[in-house]
T-cell receptor, first 113, second 116 residues
Framework: RKEVEQDPGPFNVPEGATVAFNCTYS??????FFWYRQDCRKEPKLLMS???SGNEDGRFTAQLNRASQYISLLIRDSKLSDSATYLC??????????????FGKGTLLTVNP | GAVVSQHPSRVICKSGTSVKIECRSL??????MFWYRQFPKQSLMLMAT?????????EQGVEKDKFLINHASLTLSTLTVTSAHPEDSSFYIC????????????FGPGTRLTVL
């Protein structure tokens, strides 16, 4: 089983649509969780951290279910500028030599006019 | 936010040459820097972790003699791809993490290496 597994995609949605991405991780001892976005041929950029209580940042809502080892990202009212690859990222440890980010393969989202 | 620079942004070289990539943290001291590689349509794969003043820790399957990492200061780490071959062509990205238990990595813009 892969350490971090995401929906393979790609997702093509019209502007204004709501889209959800799913991710599972294999290491139950993982400490922290993130969603990054990566534009074509660019570096990944942090979109948001994911907390057990769930968190929201504008149109973006992230959820974490530790029992199921499942992470999700919901984008509401999608914009053309949301088109990118969304990466699910898991940190196995909190500090020292345990700190290591593992990236999912990413899910490509294209928002169409 | 914190800024990490990488240089060069793009390299095209002949097979057999060595290529050095620099990664700098511009406005903070990076106790740890990470080097990743990303092939087309694949996820970022961690190659190695480097701590200032000590030897880098390489991930399984990454040849330390081929990918030389030097982290001589708190703001600079270099990755040298020695005797590069076409299969080394990839997008190399560094990231930097500050001390004090900060749980955020700041990524450089990446270096696209093409080996002919």
């Amino acid at each position: 089983r892969k350490e971090v597994e995401q929906d393979p995609g790609p997702f093509n949605v019209p502007e204004g649509a709501t889209v959800a991405f799913n991710c599972t991780y294999s290491n139950s001892a993982s400490q922290s969780f993130f969603w990054y976005r990566q534009d074509c041929r660019k570096e990944p950029k942090l979109l948001m951290s994911v907390y057990s209580s769930g968190n929201e940042d504008g149109r973006f809502t992230a959820q974490l279910n530790r029992a199921s080892q499942y992470i999700s990202l919901l984008i509401r009212d999608s914009k053309l500028s949301d088109s990118a690859t969304y990466l699910c990222v898991v940190n196995r440890g909190s500090g020292g030599s345990n700190y290591k980010l593992t990236f999912g393969k990413g899910t490509l989202l294209t928002v169409n006019p | 936010g914190a800024v990490v620079s990488q240089h060069p942004s793009r390299v095209i070289c002949k097979s057999g040459t060595s290529v050095k990539i620099e990664c700098r943290s511009l406005d903070f001291q990076a106790t740890t820097m990470f080097w990743y590689r990303q092939f087309p349509k694949q996820s970022l794969m961690l190659m190695a972790t480097s701590n200032e003043g000590s030897k880098a820790t390489y991930e399984q399957g990454v040849e330390k003699d081929k990918f030389l990492i030097n982290h001589a200061s708190l703001t600079l780490s270099t990755l040298t791809v020695t005797s590069a071959h076409p299969e080394d062509s990839s997008f190399y990205i560094c990231s930097a993490r500050g001390g004090g238990g900060v749980d955020t990595q700041y990524f450089g813009p990446g270096t696209r290496l093409t080996v002919l």
